[in-house]
C-alpha cells in the first residue's frame, strides 16, 4: 500500500476480502490445473488455513470502523448498478469474483451498526444476501460473457436457429438478448 503498517487504516478490510478473493481464486486453478476437485483433494491443513482466512475477513470487518466499511460496500454494490456504467471501469475490465467475495464479506455492516450485536444477528442474514449478491454478479458475469463471445448468425435469426438445431423458444430468446447486449455495448 506504500505505507507503513496500521491497523487504523481505511484500505485493510478491502486488503482482507481481496487476499481472500485471491487465495481462492489460486487454489482453485492450482487445483483445476492438476484435474483434481475444489475441495475433495485439499489436505486437511489447506482446508483449515482457507477457512481461517475467510473467518479473519469476516471479523476483520467488524474490527473497523464500520462507515469506513459501509462506504466501501456501497462503492461495491454500485459497481452493479446501471448508474455505474457510465463513470467506472468497463464490465469487462472488473474481477467479477473479487467483487461478489467482497459484497459477501463486507454486505453484513450495511444494516447493522451496532458491533457487539453485528456478528451474531447478521451471520443469519448472510445466506440471504449472500444469494443476491450472487446473482447479482453471475448477471454480470453473463454479460461479460455474452460481450466477449463471437456469436455470428448466418442470415436472420430463424435460419441461424434451425442451422444449429435449436428451434425452441428459450434458445431464440437468449440469441436476442445476445444481439440486444452486443447493440447496447456498442
Known amino acids: 500500500m506504500g505505507v507503513m503498517p496500521d491497523d487504523e487504516n481505511e484500505r485493510v478490510p478491502i486488503l482482507s476480502w481481496n487476499v481472500c478473493a485471491y487465495t481462492i481464486q489460486a487454489t482453485e486453478l492450482l487445483l483445476r490445473s492438476k484435474g483434481k476437485p475444489l475441495f475433495g483433494e485439499m489436505s486437511s491443513r489447506q482446508t483449515k488455513g482457507l477457512k481461517a482466512l475467510v473467518r479473519f475477513a469476516v471479523v476483520n470487518t467488524f474490527c473497523h470502523k464500520q462507515e ?6 456501497v462503492r461495491l454494490l454500485s459497481v452493479l448498478s446501471a448508474e455505474h456504467t457510465h463513470s467506472g471501469p468497463s464490465i469487462l475490465d472488473i474481477d467479477l469474483f473479487s467483487l461478489l467475495a467482497s459484497i459477501c464479506l463486507s454486505c453484513a455492516t450495511v444494516q447493522k451498526n451496532d458491533k457487539t450485536a453485528g456478528l ?21 458475469h453473463l454479460i461479460q460473457i455474452l460481450l466477449t463471445a463471437q456469436i455470428e448468425p448466418h ?32
Open 68 to 73: 469506513h466499511v459501509q462506504k466501501h460496500t
Open 155 to 186: 442470415g436472420d435469426e430463424e435460419s441461424f436457429m434451425e442451422q444449429d438445431g435449436a428451434s425452441n423458444q428459450q434458445a431464440q430468446a437468449m440469441l436476442r438478448a445476445y444481439i440486444v447486449i452486443r447493440e447496447l455495448a456498442g
Open 120 to 140: 451474531k444477528t447478521t451471520i443469519t442474514n448472510l445466506p440471504i444476501e449472500g444469494q443476491h449478491a450472487m446473482r447479482a454478479t453471475f448477471t454480470a
